[in-house]
């Protein structure tokens, strides 16, 4: 059935964004306290790669070790 398939797409997302809720608190925790930016352009870790800048908008670090593309 084509709904048990959704049904499996939705729990991988789930399971997904509750295994980085730990990493997320810990980084929101350390620029509290050290401070700095969460979301942020490539760029900004990575001054010398010119690959970083390009599509800044695109490629940011969520925290000091996640990359995100979209």
């Known amino acids: 059935m084509q709904g048990e398939h959704y049904t499996d797409m939705i ?3 789930m399971q997904i ?3 980085l809720v730990p ?3 810990t980084e929101m925790s350390m620029i509290h306290m050290e401070g ?3 979301y942020r352009p490539l760029f900004f870790d990575f ?3 010119t690959n970083a800048y390009v599509n800044q908008t695109h490629n940011v670090m969520l925290g000091g070790s996640m990359k995100a593309s979209f």
Request: aromatic share 26%.
């Open 17 to 19: 964004k509750l295994a």
């Open 11 to 13: 729990r991988n997302a």
């Open 36 to 38: 700095g930016a969460f």
């Open 23 to 25: 990493y997320y608190y």
């Open 47 to 49: 001054p010398n790669d």
